[in-house]
């Protein structure tokens, strides 16, 4: 197995199931309702909603980053607005994460072992990480904010209690 198929496989036990650690991302959003994603039952912390929609964003920049877009994000980009918190709107947010999920394993597959060690992207102004870091960096962000949407939705469950 090359190094980029290990990532890879990072990613996916991350997000689908299987990681060491605990729930994926998907195991954790299972069954959470439009009005639990919404909630903020700590207070100043993110949603659940939040979250998915932010790691989303950054599933998406590692693919453009590697796909040789800087991906720098806004803050609306980082954290987007959530407008509308419709069940409608939360199959769709998930849906999204979904889709840009799929298409960062596409790109990660197209990836070649031997870029690994260099920079995502080559740029004079701004020093960016190697393929590694920001891949393996990928990961660690989504499992981050995993542990962050299993403790909201424990604080959302004793809320209900």
Same mark, same amino acid.
């Given at each position: 197995m090359?190094e980029?198929?290990?990532?890879? *496989?990072q990613f996916?036990?991350?997000? *689908?199931g299987?990681?060491?650690?605990?729930p994926?991302?998907?195991?954790l959003?299972n069954g959470?309702?439009?009005?639990?994603?919404?909630?903020h039952?700590?207070?100043?912390?993110?949603s659940?909603?939040?979250?998915?929609?932010?790691?989303a964003a950054w599933?998406?920049?590692?693919?453009?980053?590697?796909?040789?877009?800087?991906?720098?994000?806004?803050d609306?980009?980082n954290?987007p607005?959530i407008?509308?918190?419709?069940?409608a709107?939360w199959e769709?947010?998930?849906?999204?994460?979904?889709?840009?999920?799929?298409?960062?394993l596409?790109?990660?597959?197209?990836t070649d072992d031997?870029?690994?060690d260099q920079?995502?992207?080559?740029?004079?102004?701004?020093?960016?990480?190697?393929?590694y870091?920001?891949?393996h960096?990928g990961?660690?962000?989504s499992?981050?904010h995993?542990?962050?949407?299993?403790?909201l939705k424990?604080?959302?469950?004793?809320?209900?209690?």
């Amino acid at each position: 197995m090359s190094e980029v198929d290990r990532i890879r *496989n990072q990613f996916e036990r991350a997000f *689908n199931g299987g990681a060491w650690h605990g729930p994926s991302v998907r195991e954790l959003l299972n069954g959470v309702t439009a009005d639990q994603a919404a909630a903020h039952p700590i207070p100043g912390a993110h949603s659940i909603w939040e979250l998915t929609l932010h790691i989303a964003a950054w599933e998406d920049a590692c693919r453009r980053r590697l796909e040789g877009d800087p991906a720098q994000l806004s803050d609306d980009e980082n954290f987007p607005p959530i407008t509308d918190t419709s069940e409608a709107a939360w199959e769709e947010a998930k849906r999204k994460l979904l889709k840009l999920h799929n298409q960062l394993l596409v790109a990660i597959t197209a990836t070649d072992d031997a870029r690994l060690d260099q920079p995502i992207i080559d740029s004079a102004e701004t020093t960016f990480n190697s393929v590694y870091v920001t891949l393996h960096g990928g990961v660690q962000h989504s499992l981050y904010h995993a542990g962050q949407i299993a403790v909201l939705k424990k604080a959302i469950e004793s809320v209900a209690s």
